[in-house]
């Protein structure tokens, strides 16, 4: 099977890292088990190249964005580890299909680097767990813009597209943290609905309510102070009609951010 094979929603919190954590992560230590589950998720899919997105790379306000560079490098450096920077290969075939699908579904699409990219931590944190199962394929970096949610939908519609016509394993990971206002000393501050918006956001996905999501209300979704909810409304146009085995790995968030780790696993073919 060619296509999208795998999906999944993970949390990109430095400090999960435990270079950058420093004993902090064996707060999360569900989470991290998590990470480690689905990246054995994501192994024993085969993927052969795979897309990450990302809520803090380079954005555009009104177009969604994609890597058009050969290859890009990401390290975290700059938080403190001493973990070799990686580099990665692009692939620039899917990339050209994955524009062409967006433009032929009127979703503005634009380039996030066209000589190099340095990823961002919404990628390499991340990636410090899933790394054994990415490393050795090329990797498509995407970011999402401030259109429409039914433009992130459609955008993620005409990735699936493009992942059919590349005719390659291809795995989708959706980078982002849920609420960043669930306790009193969160570092967005506190407002009750957050807790609201996480709840909802988690029963939603393990039944794969693609329609609750995108009628979620949009002063709820404001009040949540989330980052992770655009990565995932593509991720779900990503999935539209094919046949989703879903796992909510783990839900936390000790520090006030929501931290959500999901699986979406692919079974042959659509449904009819």
Request: aromatic residues 6%; glycine residues 8%.
């Amino acid at each position: 099977m060619a296509g999208i094979v795998f999906g999944c929603t993970v949390p990109h919190p430095p400090l999960m890292v435990p270079d950058v954590g420093r004993g902090q992560e064996r707060a999360i230590s569900a989470t991290i088990d998590a990470m480690e589950l689905v990246n054995q998720k994501l192994a024993s899919q085969e993927p052969e190249i795979v897309l990450i997105i990302s809520p803090h790379g380079k954005t555009h306000e009104n177009a969604m964005g994609i890597l058009t560079a050969a290859s890009c490098t990401g390290d975290m450096h700059g938080w403190g580890t001493r973990e070799p920077t990686s580099r990665f290969n692009n692939d620039l075939e899917l990339v050209k299909l994955i524009q062409q699908e967006a433009e032929a579904a009127n979703v503005p699409l634009k380039s996030i680097g066209e000589r190099g990219y340095e990823l961002d931590h919404g990628v390499m944190a991340p990636l410090y767990y899933l790394m054994s199962s990415v490393e050795k394929h090329p990797l498509v970096p995407l970011t999402f813009s401030w259109l429409p949610y039914e433009m992130h939908f459609a955008f993620g519609k005409a990735i699936q597209r493009a992942a059919d016509k590349r005719k390659k394993r291809v795995a989708l990971i959706a980078s982002g943290d849920l609420s960043h206002r669930l306790i009193p000393s969160a570092p967005a501050g506190y407002d009750p609905q957050g807790k609201i918006f996480d709840e909802k956001l988690v029963q939603a996905l393990s039944h794969l309510d693609t329609k609750s999501i995108m009628s979620f209300d949009r002063e709820l979704i404001e009040r949540a102070g989330e980052c992770g909810l655009r990565s995932i409304i593509i991720l779900l146009g990503a999935l539209d009609g094919l046949k989703v085995k879903t796992d909510v790995l783990s839900y936390e968030g000790p520090f006030g951010v929501g931290y959500l780790v999901a699986s979406f696993e692919i079974k042959t073919g659509k449904y009819a």
